[in-house]
């Protein structure tokens, strides 16, 4: 894809969750697949997922984290105000999400889990969902851009930097 082609892509609407437990420590899963991860370490993320169109955003972030782990035992602590935006390197815009989009803009969402472990299922997720991640743990949230795919590492490091008043 040219860079000018690339540039005029717009970002596809997203919803991003920290799920924190009583510790204070971030729910994080391996991602199964996709274009953009491209090695071991830097393949773990937190939940997020697409908004649908006119979907209210604090809904669709208690969907995607449903769909993607069963979680539904949360209680919300904050939202960041703006949205953040990361683009994905040009050489893979094409794979991903069949070219549409340059990145994705996320309004972030933190979350506090109420639940039990016993809740959490990511390889058979609610709703029959197919599974986003092989395998989860919990992760202090400073270890957390440091984990994340580099493209979407300022990102991350704004919402350790929102949310950490919670670990």
């Known amino acids: 894809m040219r860079k000018e082609d690339f540039e005029k892509l717009p970002y596809r609407p997203c919803v991003g969750m920290m799920v924190l437990n009583r510790s204070g420590q971030v729910f994080i899963g ?7 991860h491209v090695d071991a370490i ?38 960041i105000p703006d949205w953040l935006a990361y683009d ?8 991903a999400w069949k070219g549409r989009y340059r990145g994705q803009k996320q309004k972030w969402f933190a979350f506090r ?12 997720p609610a709703g029959g969902h197919k599974p986003e991640f092989v395998e989860w743990r919990w992760e202090p949230m400073r270890n957390l851009p440091s984990l994340i795919i580099p493209f979407k590492r300022p990102v ?3 919402v350790v930097k929102e949310f950490s008043r919670f670990a």
Do not use: C
């Not at 994905?88 to 794979?95: T, V």
């Not at 889990?113 to 058979?124: Q, V």
């Open 113 to 124: 889990f109420t639940g039990n472990e016993k809740e959490i299922n990511i390889l058979n």
């Open 30 to 36: 391996r991602r199964l697949d996709g274009p953009e």
């Open 88 to 95: 994905i390197p040009a050489n893979i815009a094409g794979q």
């Open 156 to 158: 991350y490091e704004t």
């Open 42 to 79: 830097h393949a773990w993320q937190m939940p997020q997922g697409g908004v649908d169109e006119g979907e209210d955003l604090y809904e669709a972030a208690l969907r995607e984290l449903q769909e993607e782990t069963s979680i539904r035992s949360v209680t919300k602590l904050a939202e």
